[in-house]
């Protein structure tokens, strides 16, 4: 069982920036996928970025140019920056981990979520 911690969160002005940061329980060196996804009022959850295999990522079309997914060396931390922000960033952030493999297929796990509101 890992647990995974979002922090970073909070008030930021149209324009700023802020970093995200989810920190693991344990390892999640391994993890197929870590991702972000947001939830913004009365919409669904989307994914905003994503590490695969070989270190590959993906962004969203609404976010890329302006957010960098990332992890640490140790591979237990991952992090969201995120720049140029705008008001319809406005959401609540989740991070996720996907450490599923045939002996445990349903090894996924997502953070508590943290509240981030742009405006000014």
């Known amino acids: 069982q890992v647990q995974l911690v979002e922090s970073g969160g909070g008030l930021v002005q149209p324009g700023g920036s802020r970093r995200l940061s989810c920190a693991a329980s344990?390892?999640?060196?391994?993890?197929?996928?870590v991702a972000w996804y947001r939830q913004a009022p009365m919409k669904q959850r989307e994914l905003v970025a994503r590490?695969?295999?070989?270190?590959?990522?993906f962004y969203a079309h609404a976010v890329k140019g302006r957010f960098t997914i990332s992890r640490d060396n140790a591979g237990n931390t991952v992090y969201l920056q995120m720049n140029t922000l705008k008001p319809e960033d406005t959401a609540i952030y989740y991070c996720?981990?996907?450490?599923?493999?045939?002996?445990?297929?349903?090894?996924?796990?997502w953070g508590q979520g943290i509240q981030v509101t742009v405006s000014s």
């Open positions: 344990g390892s999640i060196f391994s993890a197929n996928v």
């Open positions: 590490i695969g295999h070989g270190a590959s990522t």
């Open positions: 996720y981990v996907d450490l599923s493999d045939s002996r445990n297929p349903y090894a996924t796990y």
